[in-house]
């Protein structure tokens, strides 16, 4: 993808040049190839952004109304007790690990800011040991945050089952390694790291002394068996660990436009990055801190999404596999991730718009040639627009 913007500003002032190795976000590159669409008068089936159509639930919309202030006063890095404490007791719910709200709990403004100004923490842009890996293809924000932080950018390609298996790396990376990103569920294939896997993830970090993170945004959305999390692994949690973990409400709640995320782990480095934190002042306000707690607090709603989310699956796999094509990995999150005829995502992708069907090619999740043989499907359309989606690709298939 072309960089975005930058290279064609003609302004005289000078920007940072780093702006110009990014490639055009994602988003951007497949907004413009369905408003094209739209344009043109055609119907578009959009399985692109991971943002799906199905409202909030209306508690949390009540709770989000009822909470705003008169005087809605600056809201603190590390917030109001409430969406904390409701963390805590989503984790020992859910994980069966004990978090102290007080210290080892940051709320954020969704989890792509975290993720992005992670970097910071860690990245010293004048040494030599300024390495950041991330699995790829991947979140295309690890990349640019590691970018823009002066970090050096150290893809991971991934294939097979798409499980990050980062002791397999050099040591002589290891060595230059400030902080490592693992994703699991991973975007874009839906792959699932195991808990042995996980434990030896982190081993590995622990010896090279690199900061762990584990972006586990899509933990709740899964279809045969619940995912493991970094935070159960013995030790993850101890005082100088080097572990964090990522959630966001966005994919469990339907929750998106709040902008409502967890970094929970290391008290030691939760400390540091909320330390890190006040200096730009990110901060979610505190209305949606408390829509974020009640949603926390909720796990029935969270069970109805998964289970629709599973009936699209259902729907959209069984009938790629009837027409020959072959699921890969899409064992959690709500992706699907499909080899494409001939190796080529690209020209999949492009013969799927024939249909009006918006897709990602596997190319827009990659720094390397990893998973460019690959489309993914977001299970974005509802129930019906599936059936509809279905049937106008049977037509070219």
Request: with cysteine; aromatic share 8%.
């Amino acid at each position: 993808m072309p960089a975005e913007g930058v290279t064609r500003y003609a302004g005289r002032v000078r920007l940072n040049p780093r702006l110009a190795a990014l490639p055009t976000y994602p988003t951007v590159a497949i907004d413009r190839v369905r408003d094209a669409l739209l344009a043109a008068g055609r119907t578009v089936y959009d399985f692109g952004t991971g943002d799906p159509i199905e409202p909030t639930p209306p508690f949390i919309r009540e709770a989000l109304r009822w909470s705003i202030a008169d005087n809605c006063r600056y809201p603190t890095v590390l917030g109001e007790p409430g969406v904390r404490v409701a963390f805590a007791g989503y984790a020992r719910r859910r994980l069966g690990v004990t978090l102290d709200p007080a210290t080892e709990i940051l709320p954020t403004s969704g989890s792509k800011e975290a993720v992005f100004h992670l970097p910071l923490l860690v990245v010293d842009p004048n040494s030599p040991d300024r390495t950041v890996i991330f699995p790829d293809p991947g979140y295309s924000v690890y990349y640019r945050g590691a970018v823009l932080a002066g970090g050096h950018p150290c893809p991971q390609p991934l294939s097979g089952d798409y499980v990050q298996r980062i002791w397999e790396l050099p040591v002589e990376v290891l060595r230059q390694t400030r902080l490592a990103w693992i994703n699991t569920p991973h975007n874009p294939s839906g792959a699932v790291t195991s808990l042995d896997d996980l434990r030896r993830t982190w081993e590995t970090c622990r010896e090279h002394d690199i900061l762990l993170v584990s972006d586990e945004c899509y933990m709740d959305v899964w279809f045969d068996e619940a995912p493991a999390s970094i935070l159960q692994v013995p030790g993850a949690l101890e005082p100088g660990s080097g572990v964090l973990a990522i959630y966001s409400l966005s994919k469990r709640s339907g929750m998106t436009g709040y902008r409502a995320g967890i970094v929970a782990g290391d008290r030691l480095a939760i400390a540091a990055l909320r330390g890190l934190r006040t200096n730009p002042g990110l901060a979610p306000q505190d209305f949606v801190n408390t829509a974020a707690a009640a949603a926390w607090s909720d796990d029935v709603h969270a069970e109805e999404r998964r289970l629709l989310f599973g009936a699209k699956r259902k729907l959209l796999v069984d009938f790629l596999e009837s027409v020959g094509l072959t699921v890969t990995a899409s064992e959690a999150s709500f992706y699907v991730w499909v080899r494409a005829p001939g190796g080529d995502g690209d020209a999949f992708a492009a013969r799927l718009l024939e249909a009006g069907v918006l897709t990602n090619p596997g190319s827009f999740f990659a720094v390397t040639a990893a998973g460019r043989d690959h489309v993914r499907f977001a299970l974005v359309p509802d129930l019906d627009g599936c059936r509809a989606a279905v049937e106008a690709m049977r037509a070219i298939l």
